[in-house]
């Protein structure tokens, strides 16, 4: 699939420092030690419904890691899925009567245009489902050369137990793997499987249901599975970063980094798993199945400024539940506003500052909001300055716009 076109970054004097970034399996923030090369999979949308604020705050967060490191001098290996065929998506098609395909294209075009808008950084890869069946089709080859693989009336399982690392990444106990595993999409009560948590790696035609052939008989991948050969397909494991939102801690990121793990070999599959917070409406989590939703393209064609609805993403730590409320947008409407004049004033206050302090706020596990205090602190200082001018120092406006569009994405 194409992305989604790049924003210009513009280059900033000197080098950020390295990348520290909480880790879910080891539980504390550690340096990113990439090489030359960063490699991060995120997880991408299922299109059947707009992308919501949860969304945005989910690919903004990681959007700051691919703008911290690249800042830091690495080149960035950004890869994301697109779930273009998995069991919600086929329910709402039905529901509606649209095309599945259609649905999908829909979706995924709207997503497009809303990161772009939100000046989210594409990947380097954007792979649909569908598209990725051969490979899927060539790690359950290799699951199943690990003796990793069963066969339950014709849908094949993965052994999660194969994989002496499984259960390591979100560390629930075994009780609350089975509950939350029912919960997302999991089928722990199926008779006949071997282990509870045992996940589907292919899952045999249903009738009505769309269909591919398979060595395996005709039939469509399990979800975790897309992810790992999408993966292993475009990187090369270890990777640096697995990230997603942290509904994506069980059971998909932890099934996902099994199967990687016993197809490749290679343990960990990632060196951080990375997990944002939830973003909630009235207290409860935003989400599709819920329908309690704030959208990015009705903000947009409500004429709200994109620039605006990013600083109210970013005026939150990623790893911190927290509410949209319009005055939260308010709040980011004032700021982006303040920013804005400070930026035309004729005699801005000195900068060199504030770019090493963003730098170090942004390295420091992405606090965002930090250096939207870094950068409010200059703005501060320029508007004194309008009523007792000083001397001017007209390359801090250029340096703060630049900064604030290559490290933040906001265009003032
Ligand atoms: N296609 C799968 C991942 S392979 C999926 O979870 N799709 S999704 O459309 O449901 O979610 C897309 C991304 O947004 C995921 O990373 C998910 O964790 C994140 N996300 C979903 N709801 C929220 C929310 N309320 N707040 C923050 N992030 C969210
Ligand atoms: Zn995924």
């Keep these: 699939m194409h ?11 000197g080098q950020g420092p390295a990348l520290s970034l909480h880790d879910t399996a080891t539980g504390g923030v550690r340096l990113t030690a990439p090489g030359p090369i960063a490699q991060i999979y995120v997880c991408g949308i299922t299109p059947y419904d707009a992308t919501h604020m949860g969304h945005a705050a989910t690919y903004v967060a990681f959007d700051l890691v691919q703008r911290v490191w690249l800042d830091a001098g690495h080149e960035v290996h950004y890869v994301q899925n697109i779930t273009d065929v998995d069991d919600p998506l086929l329910a709402r098609a039905l ?28 990947p380097r890869h954007y792979i649909g489902a569908v598209e990725s069946i051969p490979a899927v089709i060539r790690y359950i080859h290799q699951l199943q050369a690990a003796g990793a693989v069963y066969d339950l009336e014709g849908d094949l399982y993965f052994r999660v137990n194969s994989d002496p690392g499984f259960g390591s990444i979100a560390g629930l106990t075994p009780e609350r793997m089975i509950e939350i595993f029912a919960e997302r999409g999991g089928d722990p009560d199926r008779a006949g499987k071997e282990h509870p948590l045992d996940c589907l790696l292919w899952l045999l035609e249903r009738p009505g249901d769309p269909s591919w052939e398979s060595p395996f008989g005709r039939g469509r991948p399990g979800w975790h599975i897309e992810c790992s050969a999408i993966a292993l397909d475009h990187l090369v494991a270890p990777i640096d970063v697995q990230g ?17 793990q016993v197809a490749t070999g290679t343990s960990p599959f990632a060196r951080h798993y990375t997990h944002a917070a939830m973003v909630r409406l009235d207290g409860e989590k935003m989400s599709k199945s819920r329908g309690n939703l704030v959208f990015v393209s009705k903000l947009r064609a409500a004429g709200i400024d994109s620039a605006a609805v990013r600083l109210a993403i970013l005026a939150h730590h990623y790893r911190v539940d927290w509410d949209w409320t319009s005055d939260g947008l308010g709040e980011a409407q004032s700021r982006l506003a303040s920013w804005r004049l400070a930026l035309q004033s004729t005699s801005p206050a000195p900068a ?15 606090d965002a909001p930090g250096a939207l205090t870094a950068i409010d602190r200059w703005a501060e200082a320029t508007h004194a300055r309008a009523s007792a001018p000083a001397a001017s120092d007209e390359g801090s406006a250029v340096l703060i716009r630049d900064l604030a569009n290559a490290l933040l994405g906001v265009l003032i």
């Design 352 to 366: 060199d500052h504030v770019l090493a302090e963003v730098r170090a706020r942004l390295a420091d596990d992405l």
């Design 95 to 122: 529901e509606t009567g649209d095309d599945w395909v259609a649905l999908g294209d829909r979706e995924t075009q709207l997503f497009r245009e809303d990161m772009t808008a939100l000046q989210v950084m594409p």
């Design 3 to 13: 992305a989604w076109p790049a924003p210009l970054v513009p280059s900033l004097p």
């Design 244 to 260: 997603g939102g942290s509904d994506l801690a069980f059971p998909h990121h932890e099934m996902g980094a099994a199967e990687a």
